[in-house]
């Protein structure tokens, strides 16, 4: 099998786009070589990374609370699980031994906060797939950040898909996932994970410790309250669907002008934010002119740049967006009579 026949199959699966990574450079660019999070610390026999994208359905991020995208995005990584399963034992059907990685789950030995034991965001990155966002989300020009990945680990030697060097992400002068974060963690190509998860893991395993905590040390009135309380609840459910524990805050996804899905669906909804001060727009400025002037921002530095996009933003969202608009006033052309065709 070569690489267009697992790509093709990956696509008749579902997925809603495939990249491949080589082990070789997954294995020499750790995300963060303290940390490495690498093939060869799972499996010394995976030669490539097969990546899969399965994308957010946009109509959840119209919904007046984030519940519908948590609700959204419990299915969509049921059903991703399902493509990279099928299609590992696809490949191993074929003579060529093939796993999934887990692709939500914590590394306890690393640093202990979602840390896994690969990153998915820098496998689709070196699988050709996007570039990181100002939040440090991967940005597909497709479907922006509003997407779930996996890897699939396999012997099989694939000619690997080219990494981007054109920045996806409009950058500082866009900011709007830094306007919209509720808890002010995004900073300047990095983000203050403790602050994020503070709403992106509500009923999370690290919002669970004060409660517990609270629980082992109250009296037996405290007990009994807590015990009926909305945490003690919200624990519950994230333990039954996921809900709550984890991408629970879809804001800076919601908001994010790259993909032809935010163009036809979330732009007229999300053109305004309402979190938006005036704090948050000094610090997007901030940013440009550290930026401009070459400071030392580590989510910029030499390391990180290869993710960032070294070439830097060269319009790829507003020739996406004419190509979209071109491509609406063709189907409206179609669709409205002329004087010509009607007479
Ligand atoms: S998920 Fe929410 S809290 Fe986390 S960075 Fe995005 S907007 Fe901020
Ligand atoms: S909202 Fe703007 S700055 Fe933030 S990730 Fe998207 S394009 Fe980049």
């Known amino acids: 099998m070569d690489a267009e026949a697992v790509k093709q199959l990956a696509r008749d699966l579902g997925a809603d786009l495939v990249g491949i990574a080589s082990a070789k450079t997954l294995n020499a660019f750790p995300p963060d070589p303290l940390w490495p ?62 796993f999934v990685t887990a692709a939500q789950e914590t590394d306890w030995d690393f640093k202990r906060a979602s840390y896994g034991r690969l990153s998915t965001r820098h496998l689709g990155i070196e699988a050709g797939l996007g570039t990181f966002g100002l939040e440090v989300n991967i940005l597909t020009p497709e479907f922006g950040p509003r997407i ?15 990494i981007m060097t054109e920045q996806v992400c409009i950058g500082e002068s866009c900011s709007r996932c830094l306007y919209s974060c509720p808890t002010d963690a995004v900073r300047h190509f990095g983000i203050d994970k403790r602050n994020c998860a503070k709403e992106a893991q509500e009923f999370g395993f690290m919002t669970s410790l004060p409660v517990w905590d609270r629980f082992i040390d109250g009296d037996a009135e405290t007990r009994k309250d807590l015990i009926r309380s909305r945490d003690i609840y919200g624990f519950w459910q994230g333990l039954l669907r996921v809900v709550g ?28 934010i309402p979190e938006k001060t005036d704090e948050k727009v000094a610090k997007a400025k901030g940013f440009k002119q550290a930026r401009k002037e070459g400071d030392d921002v580590s989510g910029l530095n030499d390391w990180n740049m290869r993710w960032v996009g070294p070439e830097g933003y060269k319009g790829i969202v507003a020739r996406q967006l004419q190509e979209f608009k071109a491509k609406q006033r063709q189907r409206e052309e179609r669709r409205t009579p002329t004087s010509e065709n009607a007479e």
């Open 245 to 272: 524990s984890f991408g629970d805050c879809p804001r800076c996804l919601a908001v994010c002008p790259v993909g032809n899905d935010y163009h036809a669906y979330l732009a007229d909804h999300q053109k305004v």
């Open 37 to 98: 999070q690498t093939p060869d610390r799972i499996s010394e026999s995976c030669k490539s990374v097969i990546v899969i994208v399965s994308r957010i359905p946009v109509a959840a991020f119209r919904a007046k609370s984030g519940v519908a995208v948590q609700y959204m995005d419990m299915m969509v990584l049921r059903r991703m699980d399902k493509i990279a399963y099928r299609l590992a034992q696809a490949l191993e059907r074929e003579g060529h031994p093939a």
């Open 148 to 162: 779930y990945l996996t890897g699939v680990l396999t012997d099989l030697e694939l000619e690997p898909d080219q």
